[in-house]
């Protein structure tokens, strides 16, 4: 007969099958127990066919992969630990040294530096292609590029880029592309299949589409995570084989906090945007602003590339930045930005808390245009009116002689 610290470890209750709950279950796990020698053998890590090991998915991990490609309209997904660790697995994964690989100039900020330091320093070289003009990315697409990243909007600048447009020079250049698509969260638009009803056809977008799960898809600002999805099976081996040996996992609970998130994402998004659009009209018309960017605003770089994707009734998610008045210094900007109450400093979005940052873009960007400051706003869940009252109060701080 055991004794009970054994029956502790082994007890052989098994609690009986068919329960159901409006969450999935959590499952916990570094090792997965086998029935036999046999499954041993057999394991397949590779197709979810069973478990092997926990950094190669359990019911949890497997559920919400799943669910990630159905909102990006894929097929497969890999979690990793961060929006940034996605861009790395792919990149890991599909270039060596003596490659190419392109990236948009408002790139994501430590995309680009991890292109321009490890990538570089294993052989990799890495060039800047400006967005905005499709003619400049098909010049520079030589014979050694193997990867062009996309994003829209751009990142911090927010210019919303001719997409399909991209994707269509990767298509026919033979070189595979890959979408930043946290900005969009798989409901803005389907970075598989860009366009508008007969406008392009299916699988006219990325053939890669990553996310950083820590904005939008978490809602919590509390989750690091990341996500990449893809339609066609032999680049997801590619990908996952890469995956697999870098180590890359997520906790469990993490998941959790996902899956819980994942069925109001959308209501959520429509409340961010709706709010934030109300504050950027009202921003807009003040005097202290010189320039709005907000992709779903007339006379912001790329509208017509926004209403061209995602229509007059698109979403437009809860960012935008404003560029101020060049008679304003950075320190007046900056004491704005610290007489905020409700809208707090910090970095990342998509989160119940408004955000604000201040960025120095003439030294983020080959060109700049403007002379103002700009500050970017993540608008959270507040109330509208009482964020706008925060604003008001704060340019007023702003407004002050130094």
Request: hydrophobic content about 40%.
């Amino acid at each position: 007969m055991s004794k009970p610290v054994t029956d502790l470890i082994h007890h052989p209750y098994v609690p009986p099958a068919g329960f159901a709950a409006p969450q999935p279950g959590v499952f916990k796990a570094s090792t997965v127990i086998f029935p036999n020698v046999a499954a041993i053998r057999a394991r397949d890590w590779k197709h979810k066919t069973g478990y092997t090991y926990g950094l190669h998915g359990t019911p949890t991990t497997f559920m919400l992969e799943e669910r990630i490609a159905a909102l990006e309209g894929g097929k497969h997904c890999l979690l990793v630990p961060s929006g940034l660790a996605a861009i790395t697995a792919v990149n890991l994964a599909l270039l060596k040294s003596g490659d190419e690989v392109l990236l948009p100039d408002n790139v994501y900020g430590p995309s680009k530096a991890l292109a321009e330091a490890e990538l570089k320093g294993w052989g990799i070289r890495c060039a800047l292609y400006d967005p905005m003009n499709p003619a400049d990315l098909e010049a520079r697409i030589g014979p050694q590029t193997r990867l062009v990243w996309l994003e829209a909007p751009g990142s911090v600048t927010m210019e919303f880029v001719p997409l399909a447009h991209l994707a269509q020079i990767c298509r026919q250049r033979g070189v595979t592309s890959a979408l930043d698509n946290t900005w969009g969260a798989g409901l803005a638009f389907n970075g598989f299949d860009l366009g508008r009803g007969d406008r392009f056809v299916a699988g006219s977008g990325a053939d890669i589409v990553v996310q950083a799960l820590t904005k939008y898809p978490s809602g919590g600002g509390d989750v690091l995570m990341g996500s990449v999805v893809t339609r066609d099976d032999a680049l997801h081996q590619k990908i996952k084989l890469t995956h697999m040996r870098l180590g890359f996992g997520v906790g469990a609970n993490d998941v959790e906090t996902v899956l819980r998130s994942l069925p109001s994402i959308e209501v959520r998004y429509r409340a961010h945007d709706r709010s934030a659009r109300v504050l950027a009209a009202w921003l807009q018309a003040r005097p202290e602003v010189a320039q709005l960017l907000h992709p779903a605003f007339p006379g912001s770089p790329g509208h017509e590339h926004w209403q061209a994707l995602c229509g007059d009734d698109g979403l437009a998610a809860g960012l935008f930045s404003v560029v101020f008045d060049s008679k304003y210094a950075s320190a007046q900007v900056d004491a704005f930005c610290d007489a905020l109450k409700l809208f707090k400093l910090g970095y990342s979005w998509g989160g119940p808390i408004s955000l604000v940052v201040p960025y120095d873009i003439p030294s983020m960007r080959k060109t700049w245009p403007h002379k103002g400051t700009l500050v970017r706003f993540s608008v959270g869940l507040e109330d509208v009116e009482d964020l706008r009252a925060d604003l008001e109060q704060a340019l007023e701080v702003m407004r002050r002689p130094g």
